[in-house]
């Protein structure tokens, strides 16, 4: 668990772009596993666990959508209602030509290039690349076949290397 | 071939971006996950004392039936027409009506009142 806490949180972070929050889901996806999967084989927990975590994941970000829809159906705007993180994140790519030129963290490209990516995608890429699963683990973490797996996966490089293609001297120098 | 290299160099890349993303988390915030990894590992406590907690029902269960027994054992029942009234009331708690039999018979009970024998029974005596 030590060794797959940290990972998970950097993970969280990136798709909930909130640190209390995300430390939050970390923590409720560990309870979680172990309150139904302790008794399973230790081989099992790692994707399990990031099972758990991409759903609480999806959790939070339906939840601020629901909330966005509603305070904007009241006419009102989230961050009048609380700390909306997503509002406070920093911008996409492009909407800020300073921040396109001093651009030097690669690592930022590459979240907010992942944040452009289908949900499934980012997925499979997060957790074939970032974290290191096997196709076999990812499809029991993602519920998904392993065929799926593949193509997410594959679709997600390619889709991540063209919009990162004028981050690449920068990816390179890493 | 070279734009699978170029694929897997990518990969590798961003592979090691994520890590040393991951290396840089302050310590404040490692403190923070293991204090989380700690309250999940109090739910595995938990839910094993709730396990013990579960298995001391049968146990007691069982303790509370040795008790009576050895109590009965000791204090033999008195002889019938003397039964204790509380021995009586645990047979009463005990016992099950037995419905099922009741049903099959209840045409058996319903021709026994039509019977003559039955239905003028008083005349005989008197």
Same mark, same amino acid.
């Given at each position: 668990?030590?060794?797959?806490? $940290?990972?998970?949180?950097?993970? $969280?972070?990136?798709?909930?772009?909130?640190?209390?929050?995300?430390?939050?889901?970390?923590?409720?996806?560990?309870?979680?596993?172990?309150?139904?999967?302790?008794?399973?084989?230790?081989?099992?927990?790692?994707?399990?666990?990031?099972?758990?975590?991409?759903?609480?994941?999806?959790?939070?970000?339906?939840?601020?959508?629901?909330?966005?829809?509603?305070?904007? !159906? !009241?006419?009102?705007?989230?961050?009048?209602?609380?700390? #909306?993180?997503?509002?406070? $994140?920093? =911008? =996409?790519?492009?909407? #800020?030509?300073?921040?396109?030129?001093?651009?030097?963290? =690669?690592?930022?490209?590459?979240?907010?290039a992942l944040?452009?990516?289908?949900?499934?995608?980012?997925?499979?890429?997060?957790?074939?690349?970032?974290?290191?699963?096997?196709? $076999?683990?990812?499809?029991?973490?993602m519920?998904c076949?392993?065929?799926?797996?593949?193509?997410?996966?594959?679709?997600?490089?390619?889709?991540?290397?063209?919009?990162?293609?004028? !981050?690449?001297?920068?990816?390179?120098?890493? | 071939?070279? @734009?699978?290299?170029?694929?897997k160099?990518?990969?590798?890349?961003?592979?090691?971006?994520?890590?040393?993303?991951?290396?840089?988390?302050?310590?404040?915030?490692?403190?923070?996950?293991?204090?989380?990894?700690?309250?999940?590992?109090?739910?595995?406590?938990?839910?094993?004392?709730?396990?013990?907690?579960?298995?001391?029902?049968?146990?007691?269960?069982?303790?509370?039936?040795?008790?009576?027994?050895?109590?009965?054992?000791?204090?033999?029942?008195?002889?019938?027409?003397?039964?204790? @009234?509380?021995?009586?009331?645990?047979?009463?708690?005990?016992?099950?009506?037995?419905?099922?039999?009741?049903?099959?018979?209840?045409?058996?009970?319903?021709?026994?009142?039509?019977?003559?024998?039955?239905t003028?029974?008083? @005349?005989?005596?008197?």
């Amino acid at each position: 668990m030590r060794e797959v806490e $940290a990972r998970a949180y950097r993970i $969280a972070v990136m798709n909930i772009r909130d640190r209390d929050e995300a430390l939050d889901v970390v923590q409720d996806a560990m309870i979680r596993l172990v309150r139904r999967y302790a008794a399973r084989p230790s081989a099992e927990w790692r994707p399990l666990f990031y099972r758990i975590l991409q759903n609480r994941i999806r959790d939070v970000q339906r939840r601020r959508i629901v909330r966005s829809r509603v305070l904007s !159906f !009241f006419g009102g705007t989230a961050s009048e209602e609380e700390h #909306d993180p997503i509002a406070e $994140a920093p =911008a =996409a790519r492009g909407d #800020d030509p300073l921040e396109q030129v001093t651009a030097g963290d =690669a690592m930022r490209a590459l979240e907010r290039a992942l944040t452009e990516l289908p949900v499934r995608q980012r997925q499979a890429f997060t957790l074939r690349n970032f974290e290191g699963l096997d196709v $076999a683990q990812t499809a029991v973490a993602m519920s998904c076949t392993e065929g799926s797996v593949k193509t997410h996966y594959s679709r997600a490089v390619h889709r991540l290397r063209e919009m990162l293609a004028e !981050f690449g001297e920068e990816l390179a120098h890493e | 071939m070279s @734009d699978e290299n170029d694929l897997k160099e990518f990969e590798r890349t961003t592979k090691r971006l994520f890590d040393d993303s991951v290396a840089e988390i302050d310590a404040a915030t490692r403190s923070r996950l293991t204090q989380a990894r700690h309250r999940a590992l109090d739910e595995v406590k938990t839910q094993r004392a709730d396990g013990w907690r579960w298995t001391l029902v049968p146990a007691g269960t069982l303790a509370a039936t040795a008790l009576v027994g050895w109590f009965i054992i000791v204090n033999p029942p008195p002889p019938p027409g003397l039964q204790s @009234d509380s021995l009586s009331d645990l047979e009463i708690l005990l016992a099950e009506e037995d419905l099922e039999m009741l049903d099959e018979e209840i045409d058996f009970y319903g021709w026994l009142e039509e019977q003559p024998e039955f239905t003028n029974a008083d @005349d005989g005596i008197g």
